[in-house]
């Protein structure tokens, strides 16, 4: 038995919610065709030549898969080959598409014996392999779609949240962000008139999905913790930003860890003029990009 999957790529952090909001995105996905062995193995492969390590327990699709054998203690296993479309290090997700896309096939295959939430527990040891943290942001909507909070991860709580439509304008500058690095780098204290400043933003993010209020939800992607110290790691970022708050973009930021940056905006034209005003920068400062003009999946 076998299955081919879409792994779209995903937001996470969604600007003020480090490590518990994330959005899914239309575009770009990895294409992962899935296996069904009769023998407890795990074979993962590239099908672009990416080097992959062989030990499935270090690989991001194939740790989750092992995860999952555990549970089913049969003589089963899966073969993975993955079109990666999603560079890793962009800062949208590549590695959790990978985990969740592993299990989601994986449980499709299995004649879906396993819930969403054990999808995103097993799809979790894949980024502990690839940040070193088990962070739920990104593979939640992988799994899920739409926008997605975590309200806790031990014991694990997804909250699903209603958003109205928004197109999602990506930037990826050529440069790679190892997620592990750009976690090392945050300071593990903060001040207390900063959290105040934080939570009342992600309060206010939260119910400005659920409203459909886009004012509220532009006035919230404000980021006092991470975006200060992390936006370092990122070319023109300043720039950038206000150069797309100024094309018409709600708000927006770095995308997960980085060096992606996404905004946010309510109409298409809109996204658009955001998408020039983003190329634009770039161009300027001679640094090569790719652009995503999208919509939450
Ligand atoms: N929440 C994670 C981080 C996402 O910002 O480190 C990594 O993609």
Known sequence: KKVKIAAPATVANLVCGFDILGLCLHDPYDIMEVELLQEKKIIVKSADGYPLPEDPALNTAGAPLLEMLKELDEPI?????IHKR???GSGVGSSAASAAGAVVAANHLLG??????E?????????KVASGVKHADNITPCIFGGVTLIRSIFPLDIVPLSSPPLYVTVIHPQIEVKTADAR?????????????KQWGNIAGLVAGFL??????IGRSLEDHLIEPVRSILIPGFDDLKAACKQAGALGGGISGSGPSIFMLSKEKATAGKVEDAMKKIYTDLGIDFHTYLTTIN
Do not use: H
């Not at 999808?119 to 980024?127: N, R, T, W």
């Open 211 to 216: 409203k459909n209020d886009y004012d509220l």
């Open 112 to 117: 879906n014996r396993f819930s969403k939430e």
């Open 184 to 196: 090392a780098i945050l300071k593990q204290q903060i001040q207390l008139k900063d959290a105040i």
């Open 86 to 88: 999603i560079k890793p």
């Open 77 to 81: 296993g899966f073969s993975v080959i």
């Open 119 to 127: 999808l995103v527990q097993f799809a979790m040891f894949g980024e």
